[in-house]
């Protein structure tokens, strides 16, 4: 079985040139005609409701998305991963699920969306979650994705649905609002680091979200700099073996890389362990930082306001003499 669309199936969903961001266009059409578990989870996302919470000089939204129901719950504890059958190892995908390859990652369709256009990019071999290493091909498919797409990535301990498996996601641009608000955050509520003709590095603390910026027109100058801030943050990292607690955000346009490092400390918050009424599902990972918020449940939804947020992300966000700390490393060099 091909597991990978040909140039001519691409081309008959519309992709022309040998462009990915196009094909990963046709590939997601292609799937929604021949794959029904696609087509219904695109469908779920239709009649998702969401709203907005008002936070000053930036805003979060809320989704109720009971397809997520999966993700937001997911054990990942060592024991349940070694127990699955991995969902992003090829011979386990199912038999409609088509791809596009780059390099040593495939871009296949996310059948649960939370984005209008959802991908997931396993690597081809199933190795551990682990963004150091794979940051450089991460800037790589961020700009081969274009300016249709935003990428992220999960930490295994913060979010990724598989930690044993290497992979990012990418979703519509625009559609975390970071992606398009992310300097009037620094204006706002950050300091720029560095401030240079092809660079410039910023911290940021609105109350809720703690991170670092990365504007670069040089990979290159992009991958040093995020292995300071990763090494600097490593230092605080209170789990040895373990790496430390990141989701980071990527997007590219007008030349220049943009990569948004949320540094973390929990990936759940007290509530989501809760009993009985007490208890919230909320698991939040990169695109929840870049202001989605995505609760399965109705209860929860509708219980989501300014307090409770302010609660829950200051759990998970470092604290901020750690920011400083990262942000003087920074600074130092
Ligand atoms: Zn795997």
């Known amino acids: 079985m091909n597991r990978y669309l040909s140039k001519n199936e691409l081309h008959d ?23 029904p578990m696609l087509r219904n989870g695109a469908a779920t996302l239709d009649s998702v409701v969401s709203r907005e919470i008002d936070f000053g000089h930036f805003s979060m939204k809320v989704q109720f998305n009971p397809g997520r129901i999966v993700s937001s719950s997911a054990k990942v504890d060592k024991k349940s991963i070694a127990e699955r059958r991995c969902f992003l190892c090829e ?34 071999a199933h190795i551990d979650q682990r963004i150091s290493g794979a940051f450089a091909a991460m800037l790589e498919l961020t700009r081969e994705m274009g300016t249709r797409y935003s990428l992220f990535y999960n930490g295994p301990k913060c979010g990724a649905s598989a930690p044993d498996h290497l992979h990012f996601q990418a979703g519509t641009f625009g559609f975390m609002q970071i992606d398009t608000t992310w300097e009037h955050l620094v204006e706002h509520y950050g300091s720029w680091l560095v401030h240079e003709p092809g660079t410039r590095i910023a911290a940021v603390d609105d109350t809720l979200r703690r991170f670092l910026v990365i504007e670069s027109d040089d990979a290159g100058r992009c991958e040093n700099e995020f292995a300071r801030i990763f090494e600097a943050f490593g230092a605080f990292n209170e789990h040895p073996g373990e790496e430390p607690m990141v989701n980071i955000v990527t997007s590219f346009r007008d030349g220049r890389w943009r990569a948004m490092v949320f540094l973390r400390r929990k990936h759940r918050p007290e509530q989501f362990f809760a009993e009985g009424e007490e208890q919230i599902l909320f698991s939040p990972a990169s695109v929840d930082f870049g202001g989605v918020c995505i609760t399965p449940l109705e209860r929860d939804f509708n219980r989501m306001n300014r307090e409770l947020l302010t609660d829950m992300f200051s759990q ?8 400083d700390a990262v942000a003087q490393a920074v600074r130092a060099t």
Do not use: M
Request: proline content about 9%; some cysteine; aromatic content about 10%.
């Open 13 to 35: 969903y519309g992709a022309g040139s040998g462009n990915t961001a196009d094909q990963a266009h046709a590939l997601l059409l292609q799937q929604k005609e021949t794959w």
């Open 91 to 124: 011979e386990n995908l199912p038999p409609e699920q088509k791809g596009l390859k780059s390099g040593d990652y495939s871009i296949l369709c996310n059948p649960f969306p939370i984005f209008p256009e959802h991908f997931t990019i396993p690597h081809t």
């Open 316 to 323: 998970l966000s470092v604290q901020r003499d750690v920011l």
